[in-house]
C-alpha cells in the first residue's frame, strides 16, 4: 500500500516509474528484509550473519532502476525526483520488513508530503516567465517543427506573429510560457543547429 500510493503521485505526473513499479520496489523491498531476519533468525547459531546484508545490495541495486527514471532532454533534466521517489519507497520497505513500523509510516508521510504539498510550493517559489522567442526561417514548415521542439521541452506558445523578410525568410516570434529552471541558452544552441534556421533569439 505504502509503495502503491506513493507511486501513484509519479503515475499522475506521467513519469514512467509510477503506480506498479513503487509497489514492487517497496514489496521486493520489504521481502529481502524479512528474509534477512529469518536467516539471521535460524542460521546466526551456526554462521556468522549479518542481517543487514541483503537489504545493503537492495540499496546499491536500486540505483540501477533509479539511473533508469532520469532523463535529459534539450534543456536539462527530469526524473530525479521519481529515481529519489524509488530509492525512499525501497528504504520504507526495508523499515517495514524489520518491524519498524512507527519509523517506516513517519517516513512514508514525509515523502507524500514532499510529493504532494511542497510540489504545490515549489510551483509558487519556480514561478513560469514571459518571453519573446523569435527565430528566423527559410522554410515557413519550420512552424509545426518548433512547436514541437516547444511541446517537448514543456515550453507553452500562447501567441505567434509571422513576418515576411523578404528572399524565403520569415521571422516567427513566438509568445512562450516556461519554468523558471529551463536552461534556454541549450534550446538556443540546439535549434541554430537545425536546417532551415538561420538565427534565433530571446529576451532575457
Sequence with gaps: MVGGLTGL?????????????????SVGSCITALT??????????YAN????????QVLSGIGFLGAGAILKTSNGIRGLTTAAGIWATAC?????????YVLSISAWL?????????KNIDKVLFR?????????????????ILYGKFEKSQIDVKNIDIENDGDNCWKLSFFIVYDRR??????????NMSKNIISVDYLH
Excluded: C, W
Aim: no cysteine.
Design 92 to 100: 520504507i520497505g526495508i523499515t517495514v520488513g524489520y518491524g519498524y
Design 182 to 191: 529551463i536552461i534556454m541558452e541549450e534550446l538556443v544552441k540546439e535549434l
Design 9 to 25: 503521485e509519479r503515475e499522475k505526473s506521467h513519469q514512467f516509474a509510477g503506480f506498479r513499479t513503487h509497489i514492487l520496489v
Design 49 to 56: 550473519i549479518d542481517p543487514g546484508r541483503l537489504t545493503a
Design 36 to 45: 534477512s531476519l529469518a536467516l539471521f533468525h535460524d542460521y546466526s547459531a
Design 110 to 118: 514525509f515523502v507524500m508530503i514532499t510529493l504532494y504539498i511542497l
Design 128 to 144: 513560469k516567465k514571459q518571453t519573446i522567442f523569435s527565430v528566423t526561417v527559410n522554410n515557413i514548415n519550420m512552424i509545426s
